[in-house]
Structure formats: structure tokens, C-alpha cells
């Protein structure tokens, strides 16, 4: 098993573009989640699925898109990058509800 | 709104001595997990708590849970080097702690 796989490793954007963050998993987990990590602010969710077709918001949600159109995939969407979205993004899946979270290696994005 | 509160932030101490971090969360929840992460690295796996009175013991690391006082330890005893990476507490499942950064002194 891959567990929790997410591309690219490294990017770097310029204001006002887009691109999508890649993450699957190959666990059949039902929940998947997408984090930011700043310094010294621990890890923020932006979203969440608890299953295909279901997404819902976390706490920094604005400037993001997700969809679940399969249990494998969760991309993240940034519709149009801005330098406060310079970060490292983290996805990760789970079983439901008591399960621990499999987090991905990371994606260490540089907005300028 | 959860909110958890994780201290102390920074912590050194020698190697062979013991320390605890400390979760504190503000809502009622019987679910916290406990993750390492390294310099550069992912997110890996400690214990899950999923109980009041919940204990998790792995090496010289253990965890407890007391729901009651909305309250989790991380237990170190007689650290190592190897122990050295930052220490998450996460309750709910999605709502984690600022971390607590601890490096272990030879």
C-alpha cells in the first residue's frame, strides 16, 4: 500500500493563479481532510469528506475548493493563489469517527 | 467554538530526565489523538485516545485522557535523543493543538 499520497511535493505560484492539489489514498477510507500548517499555528482543516459526494467546511475554508468524486481522490482547488496562502498543505484519510488519521507527505507551497 | 491549548510550547530537558505536556481542550469531547511530527517531515500516529480514563503506553511515551477535566498528558520518561520532534494533541478528530516542540539534550 501507498497510504496517503499527495503531488507535487513543491510548488511555487504567482498571485492570482490557480492550480490543484493532488491527494489519494488506497486504504478505502471513507473520511478524507485537507490541513494547512503555518508556524506556530499548528494544523488548520480547510475541508473534510466523510465519503463521495460528501464535502463539508473547516476552519479556514475561504479561497479553497474541494469535490470527492470517488473514496480514493481529494483534490484541493485554489481558485486564485494569494502570497497568505504561502503554507504547507497536508491531506489525510481515516476510518470514521475513532480512527487515526494517515496524513500525506505535504505540499510546500510558495505564493509570490 | 473547540479550542485546544497545548503546554508548554517549547520544551528542552536532558536526556534521562521525565516531563509531561499537557492538552487542555474547551468543549466536551472522548476523542484525542496524539501525533509526532519531525523537522520536514508528515504527521505520524501515537495513541488514540477514545475514553475517560484511557491510558496508551509505546517505549517511554504514555497518554492519558481525562474527559471529565477536559485534559490529556503526554508522559516522557527518561527521554532520548530520538524523542526530539514536535508533539501534536488533536481532539475531535479535526481540531488540533499549536504543538509542543521538544528537544532532548545528551
Known amino acids: 500500500n501507498a497510504g496517503v499520497t499527495q503531488t507535487p511535493k513543491f510548488q511555487v505560484l504567482k498571485t492570482g493563479q490557480s492550480m490543484t492539489l493532488q491527494c489519494a489514498q488506497d486504504?478505502?477510507?471513507?473520511?478524507m481532510s485537507w490541513y494547512r500548517q503555518d508556524p506556530g499555528m499548528g494544523l488548520r482543516l480547510i475541508h473534510y469528506?466523510?465519503?463521495?459526494?460528501?464535502?463539508d467546511q473547516g476552519e479556514v475554508p475561504n479561497g479553497y475548493n474541494v469535490s470527492r468524486s470517488t473514496t480514493e481522490d481529494f483534490p484541493l482547488r485554489l481558485l486564485s493563489a494569494a502570497p497568505s496562502q504561502t503554507s504547507v498543505y497536508f491531506c489525510a484519510s481515516s476510518y470514521p469517527e475513532g480512527d487515526t488519521q494517515y496524513f500525506g507527505p505535504g505540499t510546500r507551497l510558495t505564493v509570490l | 467554538e473547540l479550542k485546544v491549548e497545548q503546554n508548554p510550547l517549547f520544551l528542552s530537558m536532558q536526556e534521562g530526565k521525565n516531563y509531561t505536556i499537557y492538552c487542555n481542550y474547551s468543549t466536551t469531547s472522548d476523542r484525542l489523538y496524539w501525533y509526532r511530527q519531525d523537522p520536514g517531515k508528515s504527521l505520524e500516529s501515537l495513541f488514540v485516545l477514545l475514553s475517560n480514563g484511557a491510558v496508551k503506553q509505546e517505549g517511554r511515551l504514555m497518554a492519558s485522557l481525562d474527559t471529565k477535566a477536559r485534559l490529556s498528558t503526554l508522559h516522557i520518561t527518561a527521554a532520548v535523543h530520538d524523542l526530539s520532534a514536535t508533539y501534536f494533541c488533536?481532539?475531535?478528530?479535526?481540531?488540533f493543538g499549536t504543538g509542543t516542540r521538544l528537544k532532548v539534550l545528551a
Open positions: 486504504m478505502n477510507h471513507e473520511y
Open positions: 488533536a481532539v475531535a478528530k479535526y481540531i
Open positions: 469528506s466523510v465519503g463521495a459526494g460528501i464535502t
